[in-house]
């Protein structure tokens, strides 16, 4: 991929509200069996409860060699005011938006750009369906909207926004 491409990249994610956005090179990935202990304690409250979400998506080591077939990912920032660290309504609102901002760029970038295939990788379990399939032991509704999270798959963010050169 050429270098004006990358750019575009994050150019595009910036234009749909993304605070900030950077190319990483998937072998800066650090993948970690400790955060799926922490979705194993659930949290979020979709532990066994969604196909794109553990225990169904797979072990960290089958989604680090997934994650590893590619060389560059796109990673992006929303940034989001709430009250405190206590303000759970703010912390849901702030969701969707960046939630509505993912989705946008998703969008943005299957319908710009001839990649023959993508992963993408969001904050937190796939929430296309109020009701996950995984619940009622049927396939996916939506594999063409499902997506995992980045904690699913174990990446340590935290340093990888660190080394992309994100706040």
Known sequence: MSETVWDDL?????????AHAAIVDTSALTFHEEY???CARNACGKYATNWMGPPAIGSVSELAERARKYRHGLLFQSVHQVA???????????????EAIFRDLLARIKNKYDFPDLLPLNAGCCSICPKCAYLDNEPCRHP????????????????????????
């Open 10 to 18: 994050v150019k595009d994610a910036l234009e749909v509200r993304a």
């Open 36 to 38: 799926r202990k922490l």
């Open 84 to 98: 405190s660290s206590l303000d759970w309504n703010g912390m849901v609102e702030a969701g969707k938006v960046h």
């Open 144 to 167: 063409d909207q499902a997506v995992a999270s980045v904690e699913a798959y174990g990446i340590e963010v935290m340093s990888l926004e660190k080394s992309a050169g994100i706040p």
